[in-house]
């Protein structure tokens, strides 16, 4: 009986990251002015081929690190992009990720931070790459913590909620945005307060980190 032979052919596997982060109350991702060609000019997301000798996580990483001196951030895998024609040099499928860092934490000196929702001609396919992380990021405050990533060591409940609006892109009732965090038992007060000119001064709140990110492990589910 004979077998077809199957022919394989060459493709390249690419890395591109995602990071957001939130400026003056607005969504922003992290992007870079294209060197060469093709898109040369362009802005696009971190990213660059992954070399044979390295995982895609290491990639990720590393390419981060080339293009916007950006290091020890938590990187988390998103979704793979492989339609035949997103790049017009070759076959590449691109392994994406997505992470979320306090904006005053970085120096992205070879980066800029750009209004997710003011986006237009971004190089390759990468504004569909941004839409889709960010509705994964919409998706998990419904049962991970990882809108803390957005927030300082210490932060208000205002600046808590401030965080999920911008990331839902809808305002909050404050009292009831409260009740539920607090439900959660993932808060500890400090004996520290944030003072705002005239207005009565807040007190400061920290992660209670040994509840752990995922809060579906503990059967809860958080929506607005």
Known sequence: MLTQ?????????????????????????????RQQDPYAGQLSLP?????????????ALRVLKEETAITDVYLEQLYTFGEPSRDPRDRVVTVTYYALVNAEQLDTAAGSWHAVEELSDLAFDHQNIVQYAQERLRNKLNYTTIGF???????????????YEVILG???????????????????ETDE?????RQRP???????????MKLQERGLVVTF
């Open 193 to 197: 307060f944030k003072i705002n000119g």
């Open 149 to 163: 990533q957005l927030l300082p060591e210490r932060f208000t409940l205002t600046e808590l909620q401030n965080v």
């Open 5 to 33: 032979q199957k022919t394989f052919t060459q493709q390249a596997v690419a890395v591109d990251v995602v990071l957001f982060t939130t400026i003056e109350d607005t969504l922003q991702v992290l992007l870079v002015a």
């Open 170 to 188: 809808q305002r909050l009732d404050k009292r009831n945005f409260r009740r539920k965090m607090l439900q959660l038992d993932i808060l500890e």
């Open 202 to 212: 807040a007190r400061l709140h920290t992660f209670r980190q040994a509840k752990g």
């Open 47 to 59: 990213g660059g081929i992954v070399e044979r000798e390295e995982s895609v996580d290491e990639a």
